[in-house]
Structure formats: C-alpha cells, structure tokens
Nanobody, 125 residues
C-alpha cells in the first residue's frame, strides 16, 4: 500500500522560502497524480498544487501561482513543493495526497486515495 510522508515544514520569515517533500513508499508514484493541500486554522482545506503521473501536467491555485513550483523526482519517488516569496497567509498544515491515475488527463484535487499526515508551515516575523 502506498504511504506518503511530508517533510520540510518550519518557521520562515515573510519573503522567505521552503521546500516541502512528499516521499512515497510501498508503491511507485509513476502511476499516481499527486496534489498538495493546505489547511489553515479555522479555514477549510484547499488544493494548492498538483502534478500528474508523468510530471508533464501541473496546476496551481491562483493564490500561489508564480510563487510555488511543484515537481516530481521519479528516481526518488518523491514530489516537491518549492515555496518562494512566502506570505503570512501561507501559514497552514500542508498535506500531500495521491490519486492513482496514469491517464493523460489534467491533474486535479478530487478522489485522492492516500494522504500524508501533514507538515506545518509558519510564516511569521
């Protein structure tokens, strides 16, 4: 069974950068689309970014477009979320999730099969 473990969260000042990792075990990510979600205190969970099984299709929420970059390292079976120009409103627990989908359809944020436990990102001075 696929298992996902997030890492890379922490405390960063506004304008700073962090790189989150979503490491998979138990199954290859070659057959999975991966999405990053976040949930801030008192707010609903929102989809942040996704990448399809091959890495050839990506999507970003408007709130992070131009600042965040998602990528997939097939050899390491890991998906990354590079977060630059961080803002206080980016503070949240970030989760990665997997959807077994090896079609050529664009990635999305519905129908996730597996979830990680999350990593906390705090943007504050």
């Amino acid at each position: 069974q696929l298992q996902l473990v997030e890492s890379g969260g922490g405390l960063v000042q506004p304008g700073g950068s962090l790189r989150l990792s979503c490491a998979a075990s138990g199954y290859t990510l070659d057959y999975y689309a991966i999405a990053w979600f976040r949930q801030a205190p008192g707010k609903e969970r929102e989809g942040v970014s996704c990448i399809n099984h091959s890495g050839g299709n990506t999507n970003y929420a408007d709130s992070v477009k131009g600042r965040f970059t998602i990528s997939k390292d097939h050899a390491k079976n890991t998906v990354y979320l590079q977060m630059n120009s961080l803002k206080p409103e980016d503070t949240a627990v970030y989760y990665c999730a997997a959807d077994m989908d090896y079609s050529d359809d664009p990635c999305g944020y519905d129908g996730m099969d597996q979830w990680g436990k999350g990593t906390l990102v705090t943007v504050s001075s």
